[in-house]
T-cell receptor, first 115, second 114 residues
Framework: ETGVTQSPTHLIKTRGQQVTLRCSSQ?????VSWYQQALGQGPQFIFQ???????GRGNFPPRFSGLQFPNYSSELNVNALELDDSALYLC??????????????FGPGTRLTVL | AQSVTQLGSHVSVSEGALVLLRCNYS??????LFWYVQYPNQGLQLLLK??????LVKGINGFEAEFKKSETSFHLTKPSAHMRDAAEYFC????????????FGTGTRLKVLA
């Protein structure tokens, strides 16, 4: 157990809809990162938040957005869903104090299916 | 640009045999490297990480990895495979680009045969 939880576990949406995925980080972890893992692939970095501010973004369009709250919870929002957005979405929390050696603790993921 | 390459998308070993999962990295600066394991329908769990303190890194569940700069490798090994080791394994490098993010390899699925 990593102490990181995500909800919901599974979600089915149709193309064009909007979705919000939620993550609860470990207490004291000021950094949360979100990853997209397509079937048969490694996780791809979407973005990272530190103390409620976005401080890094991967190669994902603006319709992927996020929020981080003071209570160590966070959200990933995806607008105008496309079929290719079907994937496992993982959040990972870390202290943000050890730079490149920081260990990221992953949640179990939310499986999103877009029809 | 920093990256990792995992050779072999599928590896099968017999129970009790040596496990060797390969990871090569590309980096112009000393890398920070990680191995994670993913069991079916679960998130990623850290096995071990290399932070330049020691080239041989011991992790959980009997796994270890050796950082070899001359070969740009960070292969994961376990002397004796167990059925519970069947899972997907990911190598990752921590990359600095304003913040630190992980770049993952494509993963190696380990199958353990009875």
């Amino acid at each position: 157990e990593t102490g990181v939880t995500q909800s919901p576990t599974h979600l089915i949406k149709t193309r064009g809809q909007q979705v919000t995925l939620r993550c609860s980080s470990q207490s004291g972890h000021n950094t949360v990162s979100w990853y997209q893992q397509a079937l048969g692939q490694g996780p791809q970095f979407i973005f990272q938040y530190y103390r409620e501010e976005e401080n890094g973004r991967g190669n994902f369009p603006p319709r992927f957005s996020g929020l981080q709250f003071p209570n160590y919870s966070s959200e990933l929002n995806v607008n105008a869903l496309e079929l290719d957005d079907s994937a496992l979405y993982l959040c990972a929390s870390s202290t943000g104090t050890s730079g490149g050696t920081d260990t990221q603790y992953f949640g179990p993921g939310t499986r999103l299916t877009v029809l | 640009a920093q990256s990792v390459t995992q050779l072999g998308s599928h590896v099968s070993v017999s129970e009790g045999a040596l496990v060797l999962l390969r990871c090569n990295y590309s980096s112009s600066v000393p890398p920070y490297l990680f191995w994670y394991v993913q069991y079916p329908n679960q998130g990623l769990q850290l096995l071990l990480k290399y932070t330049s303190a020691a080239t041989l890194v011991k992790g959980i569940n009997g796994f270890e990895a050796e950082f070899k700069k001359s070969e740009t490798s960070f292969h994961l090994t376990k002397p004796s495979a167990h059925m519970r080791d069947a899972a997907e394994y990911f190598c990752a490098v921590s990359v600095s680009s304003g913040t630190y993010k992980y770049i993952f390899g494509t993963g190696t699925r380990l199958k353990v045969l009875a």
